[in-house]
């Protein structure tokens, strides 16, 4: 419940909800959501920072950039600016993500 409410839910409001928007106003579609997947990528990069692989941080990061890159375009080019979908797919990759762990 905690993926799906505790950090899908506002990291959506907080990345697509609001810095998208804002940036997206202020600078067209494309440097916004590049702008905010990199954010995405490195806050999450950040909560890995010190775990020993810098590698696979990296590799980490970067896909974290690009789930949040589609997630962006899929807020605002395919469900009208709506979050539900967004937080959707981010809760089910953090559920998904957090029963990998627990298994492995």
């Known amino acids: 419940m905690y993926a799906i409410v505790g950090t899908s839910l506002p990291e ?25 997947a990199i954010c995405f990528g490195a806050v999450h990069g950040l909560l890995l920072a ?23 375009w899929l807020n605002e080019r395919r469900s009208g600016g709506s979050l539900y979908t967004s937080w959707g797919i981010h809760a089910l990759l953090n559920t998904v993500s957090a029963l990998i762990a627990l298994f492995t």
């Open 50 to 72: 010190g775990a020993g692989n810098w590698l696979v941080t990296l590799i980490i990061v970067l896909i974290e950039m690009v789930i949040g890159y589609c997630l962006g």
């Open 12 to 36: 959506e409001i907080f990345f697509r909800g609001f810095l998208l928007k804002r940036l997206q106003d202020r600078f067209g579609f494309l440097p916004a959501n590049l702008t905010q």
